[in-house]
């Protein structure tokens, strides 16, 4: 049977740990050849390329910050010198630095926010100028597919997170804008908001009993994500299975923002 993504290529950033390693994966096992961007963690990328190639795909990986522009201009290059074109680009790669609004440095603001909301806009805008290099192909009926890593902190306030939130906000009015903007050229962009996935960047969250059970009590699923729960969502959002969704946030929350504190309630 014909794979989803057959004769397709994606590049993915930060694909060396939770959500971007398992959506690589996902998309790997989906037929994609797929360029893995890291930005410390060489190791966990070049397994996840051996994995991907002993089973008989196509993979490597490419070293960026996504918050410089020259490195990644070079990720994109690399990429397109490895494979070719690039098909389906997946803006993952971000971080949290909590603290309470008035401790906040602004070390810590800028951070966030050059990684998270400038690091998708050049993520994005290099994704674009590839799509239109390279040009229509029968792989699929897009020109290109953009899926932005968003969260449900798009739309859910989040005190004591006021960088990570801001930042998911701007992602998701630079996502629909960009979406406008695109879609005339048959390129596709969407969002996935994930709720709560279980990966290191909220370990605290989840890594004790206590902290579970709290958790648990915001997501009526009553269960926490897996990064395959993000997987198999971006294989779909990145198919032509999905063609005529464009400018849209899927939210990948287990009911997270169906406002759980009103159940009962009401
Ligand atoms: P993670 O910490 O496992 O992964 C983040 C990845 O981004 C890492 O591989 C890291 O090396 C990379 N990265 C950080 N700064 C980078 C930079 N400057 N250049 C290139 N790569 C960089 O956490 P995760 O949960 O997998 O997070 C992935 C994305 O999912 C993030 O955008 C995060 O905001 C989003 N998200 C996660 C959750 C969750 O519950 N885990 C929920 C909502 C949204």
């Given at each position: 049977m014909e794979k989803l993504l057959a004769n397709q290529v994606a590049l993915i950033t930060?694909?060396?740990?939770g959500i971007g390693y398992g959506v690589a994966k996902a998309l790997a096992n989906a037929g994609a050849a797929v360029a893995l961007n890291y930005h410390s963690h060489a190791e966990s990328a070049e397994r996840l390329a051996s994995e991907i190639e002993n089973a008989g795909g196509s993979a490597f990986a490419v070293q960026a910050d996504v918050a410089d522009p020259d490195q990644v201009a070079n990720m994109f290059d690399a990429s397109r010198a490895r494979f070719g074109g690039i098909d389906i680009v997946i803006a993952n790669a971000g971080l949290q630095k909590d603290s309470a609004f008035a401790e906040m440095t602004l070390d810590d603001w800028n951070l966030v926010l050059s990684t998270n909301l400038t690091g998708q806009f050049l993520t994005c805008q290099a994704a674009v100028k590839e799509f239109r290099r390279r040009g229509q192909t029968p792989?699929?009926?897009?020109l290109g597919k953009i899926i932005c890593i968003s969260s449900v902190h798009e739309l859910i306030p989040w005190s004591g997170h006021v960088n990570y939130a801001a930042s998911k906000g701007g992602i998701r009015m630079l996502m629909q804008s960009l979406a406008q903007e695109v879609a005339p050229e048959c390129i596709r962009v969407n969002s996935i908001a994930p709720g709560?996935?279980?990966?290191?960047?909220?370990?605290d969250a989840w890594d004790t009993q206590e902290a579970l059970d709290k958790l648990l009590q915001l997501i009526p699923y009553g269960r926490v994500g897996d990064v395959d729960d993000i997987g198999k969502a971006a294989v779909w959002l990145a198919?032509?299975?999905?063609?005529?969704?464009?400018?849209t946030t899927l939210f990948v929350d287990g009911?997270?923002?169906?406002?759980?504190?009103?159940a009962g309630n009401g």
């Open positions: 930060g694909a060396s740990s792989a699929s009926k897009a709560a996935i279980r990966t290191p960047i909220n370990k198919s032509d299975e999905s063609d005529y969704v464009v400018g009911g997270m923002t169906l406002y759980p504190g009103f």
